[in-house]
């Protein structure tokens, strides 16, 4: 049993951790959240308060941490008293948060692999670069390590698990199928910090067949999949974390995933980096100004959060999981569908947030109460999915089966 | 009788302004060439001698000067002698350096309107803004000031003028057509100064209709033209110089002008002109620094100067003209046909600098000799065609003539 949560980060993704985790405060116990600024914390704590979104009357405190210091985010753990920390802030902090973790004892939940800001995309599998080096410290301490806890990563690794624990013998190929439906009504918009989104799109393309990892180029495998309430969409081959733990777990099945792009993101997004202009290398204008060009992109952008309150449409993700059972072949898409408008009633925040903001707090529950209590660095697919999804159906991230693979039978996943 | 010209200016169309001068130093006595940068001078004359392209010994000097500065150019034009000045520096100098002629009395030529750098695309007529204010001024003190002697406005303003004369009484409409049908090779470039030549087009198209300004915006009015060489082309109505003089000279006639542009130029202007990355005002980035996005743009895109050694095929400029003649519609097409390579090979530049640096020395050759020799301001057609045309055929830029109009019989325009 643990209590009392620390979140990280005061972002998009934050808000919906911060008002899920308070919906459930009677699990959680006493919350904090901390980023740089402590005023993006304050104003994350209004807008529980304004939805009274509290369960229980109980603790919510802001404070400022530079989460780039070990040190500094120990001393808040053990200041707050909080056994579990859920990092939601930038890409650039697990492993000193993690370090902190480790050294305080605290659970560590995360929702996306560690980044070196001056490297785009290094070799695979990702997970060995930075966390899965800390793997046997966590375990030889008896600290819980939640990586990739969102929903992509994260419930579709569940996803997987399930479908191959409940309807094979043999599994032979995971394809991850990631469709936002949605529409903002801007011209055009990053769901997450455009540079964060970019920097995914502009590095190799890696994935897991025939027992090898394998190199694309974004862009340029595409396929039309047939989904449930989105209908037909076109996704392409992406870069993305899940396959790079799902490899290792799975070695003998194909592990792909694909992501939904209209032909208006695909344009806008081979005109700027054509052009040179999603690069993070400086450039020198005529009059001798060192800027970055992608940093300029990103300031003429949209604010991702800004979206919210005029994103309407659906998200679809979902696992398509192939394999044997008693000698034949069967096939199972297993997938959550979310709305935008709905996620914006409840917690503020467009689908996308909702999506990758409601599963940490899942795991945050499960580590409460000892099922997910690993005492050890887990990725999600390395854990029972039903407790999992028990909650997700609660707390507003419900599972279904489509038997048979698309356009098979739909249930839920326990009826 | 006005001799030894001083060129201000050092970028690609100066280039060919002073190849040509240097091929015609006979007529023109000693030249000079003077910008802020002098090294940027040094270069333009150490090309001038790799090609041998004085025609007679004679003198080619470069000079400091800084053109927003009257007295230093007017110092500039006593210290020379220069009694003929060339101005193709930047479009926001044209108002201090024809002051200096007005004041030193050297004749002055120009090959586009003067522009306010913090304002884009004025009321027309735009002339009516700076360079006819000093008019009177120039008519008083028998200065000779010939505006827009390049191409476009320029050529086309004579062929008007020629298309009239000779094959009318009356004149209904005049719509000039600019297609750059050559390719560079490159994913996106501009032929000018990208920051020029996007402010050409973020602009109100304003064109002459019904005796009246009428308003547009860009690539809002397109159609495509059957022209000699290039064949079909697509084309836009822009806004453009010499639409606001020939409106002034023929009131009666209905003035356009369309600039050929093909999908993926339209494609990747829109893409950066909706995400705001034309803008000349600033932005703020995340890091708080002040950039303008325009400038990141220019410093991402190709310099003009270094598309010239690849450019291949063809560019097409003309005028259709519709009248009447003895009662009965007449209409002519009257043209020129320049090559990017042997513009090139001639003067080390690509074909679009070309069209634009020959026809202002044609212009001062006009003034050396007198026939053009006005002791006022004048636009290009309210002066006599015939011998632009005799020194363009022989100097670079030969003059057609489709009588009929497009599709009509091909002649040379003397012949």
Redesign the interface.
């Known amino acids: 049993m643990k209590r009392n949560v620390l979140i990280i980060g005061a972002g998009g993704v934050a808000q919906v951790v911060a008002h899920k985790c308070a919906q459930n405060n009677d699990v959680l116990g006493a919350l904090h959240i901390a980023s740089r600024t402590k005023a993006k914390c304050d104003a994350v704590i209004a807008s529980v308060h304004e939805k009274n979104a509290m369960k229980v009357p109980g603790t919510f405190e802001a404070h400022a941490v530079d989460a780039m210091d070990t040190a500094a985010v120990a001393a808040l753990i053990r200041k707050t008293g909080a056994q579990i920390v859920i990092n939601v802030g930038s890409a650039f902090v697990n492993m000193t948060v993690l370090d902190a973790c480790i050294e305080t004892g605290a659970a560590y939940i995360d929702t996306a692999i560690h980044e070196d800001p001056a490297k785009i995309c290094e070799a695979p599998p990702w997970y060995a670069n930075y966390e899965w080096k800390k793997r046997d410290l966590c375990a030889e301490k008896g600290v819980t390590a939640i990586l990739g806890a969102g929903f992509d990563p994260g419930v579709v690794n569940a996803f997987a698990r399930f479908a191959i624990d409940e309807y094979m013998d043999e599994v032979k190929s995971i394809d991850i199928v990631d469709i936002n439906a949605g529409s903002h009504g801007k ?2 918009a990053t769901n997450f910090d455009p540079e964060i989104n970019f920097r995914e799109f502009t590095g190799t393309v890696y994935y897991w067949e025939d027992q090898q990892w394998k190199e694309t180029s974004m862009f340029a495998s595409g396929r039309d999949w047939d989904l449930p309430v989105v209908g037909t969409c076109r996704a392409y081959q992406s870069g993305h974390d899940e396959v790079h733990s799902l490899a290792a777990n799975y070695p003998n099945a194909d592990v792909r995933f694909w992501m939904g792009f209209g032909e208006h993101y695909i ?2 997004f081979t ?2 980096k ?4 999603l ?1 993070e290398q400086p ?5 001798g ?1 060192e ?3 992608l ?7 949209p604010d991702p959060a800004s979206l919210a309150p005029d994103y309407t449409g659906k998200t679809c993700i979902g696992d398509l999981v192939k394999g044997t059972k008693d000698g034949k072949d069967v096939e199972v898409f297993v997938y959550n569908v979310a709305d935008h408008k709905e996620a914006y009633l409840e917690v503020g925040s467009q689908g996308i947030s909702y999506t990758a903001g409601v599963p940490p707090v899942a795991a945050a529950m499960l580590v409460a109460t000892g099922e997910w209590d690993a005492k050890t660095m887990k990725n999600v697919e390395e854990l029972d999915p039903k407790p999992f999804f028990t909650i997700l159906d609660r707390i507003g991230l419900p599972t279904r089966v489509l038997e048979g693979g698309l356009g098979g039978k739909d249930k839920a996943w326990n009826a």
Chains 1, 2 share one sequence.
Do not use: I, R
């Not at 450039?283 to 009059?287: N, Q, S």
């Not at 940093?295 to 952008?301: N, R």
């Open positions: 011209y055009f344009n806008v005109v700027l054509n052009l040179g202009l690069s450039v020198k204008t005529a009059e100004q800027v970055v060009p940093k300029v992109v990103k300031a003429v952008l």
